[in-house]
């Protein structure tokens, strides 16, 4: 079995044992939810900057888009983000063409291009390889650029070798040691692999998770890795039949890991939480997923207040229930609609 990928760096404490909640010093937690979902896992969440420039793309114009990457800079989370969320629409490897042919050294429009490609290969209309060559390309035309490498890992992750993701993931966390979503994509592939016998609270990638979250910033939203963990292994253990299909019978976070790991993450938001991290919503809804299902509604409300209308389709997704139903039927509970 290949080892774990290597963690540098010590700058977090272990995951505080202890438990009692923290105050609460995240002020009002509306959300400005107007009690309609209408957008519900629209993957912008509240970047109205890339929804903009989302949606000009559509009508075939790049200057948005183009102006939007431009100013993201070396922001390595949000300019993934914002590439990954183009790049899911469905004419975007034509209209990366296009931008590529009116401007061949373009950094961002090649990152488009590769990122739109993968997500073509991910649904299975697109030759892995012509993916995997686009990304490379887009990698030489940035080398400091962690983002073409998020497309070689999102392949990774789904078509390849777990040896292929554990490279790819050192790679990328060489230019980007805190990269988040990159963080969730092998913490997915990790939670798939087996046992090995050993006790349910045991399995590598809550060590993996854990050890990240300790040695990334103390503000850092990788925190919530721990929790994260949890629902990709339930994810697994729901397939294949080893645990309940309905998370909240599953005793999956009863365990003394589990609820120890809820409080600190818990403790950790309401003191640490920040407004401005562009997947800052997919940590959320882990958590209330985590609080819901260890039947802790008081604190899943404080999340579902937070998350307003940004929910997203995993972990309410897991295993294969309607994730509208399920986002809907646990904010109710906690929030005693």
């Known amino acids: 079995m290949p080892p774990l990928p290597p963690l540098l760096g010590t700058r977090r404490a272990p995951t505080d044992p202890s438990g009692d909640t923290a105050p609460d010093h995240s002020g009002p937690i509306d959300g400005g939810f107007d009690g309609t979902f209408d957008d519900m896992f629209d993957g912008t969440f509240d970047d109205a900057e890339l929804r903009t ?12 888009a ?12 949000r300019r993934g983000h914002r590439l990954t969320v183009l790049a899911r629409e469905p004419y975007a490897v034509a209209w990366a063409r296009d931008w590529l042919h009116a401007e061949p050294g373009s950094a961002d429009a090649a990152a488009l291009y590769a990122l739109a490609r993968v997500q073509r290969a991910l649904r299975g209309k697109e030759d892995p390889d012509r ?9 030489a035309l940035a080398p400091a650029d962690p983002t073409p490498w998020l497309g070689l890992l999102q392949l990774a992750r789904t078509l390849g070798p ?3 993701a554990l490279g790819t993931f050192a790679e990328l966390r060489r230019r980007h040691p805190e ?9 997915a592939r990790l939670a798939e692999r087996p046992s090995g016998g050993r006790a349910a609270e045991d399995h ?18 990788l925190a919530v890795l721990p929790v994260v963990a949890y629902a990709e292994r339930y994810r697994v253990l729901a397939a294949t039949g080893l645990a309940p299909a309905d998370p909240a019978a599953s005793g999956h976070w009863s365990g003394p890991r589990a609820r120890r790991i809820l409080r600190a993450c818990f403790d950790w938001w309401l003191e640490w939480e920040h407004d401005e991290h562009p997947r800052r919503h997919i940590d959320l809804n882990h958590l209330a997923f985590a609080l819901s299902c260890a039947g802790r509604p008081a604190e899943a409300a404080a999340l579902f207040r937070r998350i307003g209308r940004h929910a ?4 309410w997704s897991y295993v294969h229930r309607d994730p509208r139903a399920a986002f809907r039927t646990a904010r109710a509970r906690a929030l005693g609609h």
């Open 204 to 221: 590598e990638v809550y060590d993996l998770a854990e050890l990240a979250a300790a040695e990334a910033p103390a503000d850092s939203p």
């Open 162 to 164: 777990e040896r292929e």
């Open 53 to 64: 420039a989302r949606a000009a793309f559509t009508q075939g114009r790049r200057q948005a």
């Open 179 to 187: 990269h988040h979503h990159a963080h969730h994509l092998l913490l």
């Open 312 to 315: 997203t389709p995993a972990p």
């Open 131 to 139: 993916a995997r060559e686009a990304c490379a390309t887009a990698a």
């Open 66 to 77: 183009r102006s939007l990457l431009r100013h993201t800079g070396d922001d390595w989370d």
